[in-house]
């Protein structure tokens, strides 16, 4: 008899504009033992221009987004200051065949990714209002009112009380990236 494969963990890495969600990403990846599968972590849809220095992700036009969101290209979708974020379906096989998913989403997707899959860890990068807000301004990626609505949203959300796991993400990249990879490898 086939035993069917333990389902692999969901890691939602949620945080600021600025926080460096995706440098502890890439850290925690770099760092993956050798002997162990690292988590998958998809290639998030955006419709915004590519931005290279900062993220890897596939640019796509609303239009192109609205045409794969009717397709069921998606596992997970949100909208944030004008611009869509799809999260591939293909997390859905990688947690059904025992491996474990990292991904950088958005809070408000948290409580559906809960209901929907089992196994869901969320994981706050939290920095100190002031870092993020110069880190926001010095990556240059919006100007004027863009910008100020992310300068104002990550003052007003400085927590996520209802996170599994906390970093602390305002000095060395290491140190958080260790918290970050010592964290998945003990729930995955």
């Given amino acids: 008899m086939n035993k069917k494969p333990k389902r692999g963990s969901l890691f939602l890495l949620i945080g600021n504009s600025g926080s460096g969600k995706d ?3 890439r850290w925690a990846l770099q760092n993956w033992p050798k002997n162990k599968v690292p988590p998958l972590v998809p290639t998030r849809v955006i419709t915004r221009p590519p931005s290279p220095e900062t993220e890897e992700f596939k640019s796509v036009s609303e239009a192109e987004f609205q045409k794969l969101a009717e397709t069921g290209a998606f596992s997970m979708q949100w909208k944030s200051y004008d611009i869509h974020y799809g999260i591939p379906k293909e997390i859905e096989t990688a947690l059904a065949q025992g491996r474990s998913v990292l991904v950088n989403v958005s809070r408000q997707i948290v409580e559906e990714a809960r209901t929907k899959f089992p196994n869901v860890y969320v994981i ?3 920095v100190p ?11 240059a990626r919006e100007q004027g009112k863009d910008l100020e609505e992310r300068i104002e949203r990550a003052r007003q959300n400085q927590t996520y009380p209802s996170a599994d796991f906390v970093i602390d993400n305002s000095g060395n990249l290491e140190t958080a990236g260790n918290q970050l990879l010592n964290f998945l490898l003990n729930h995955s």
């Fill in 23 to 25: 440098s502890l990403i």
């Fill in 124 to 126: 706050f990068v939290y």
């Fill in 129 to 139: 209002f002031h870092i993020t807000e110069a880190r926001i301004r010095a990556r």
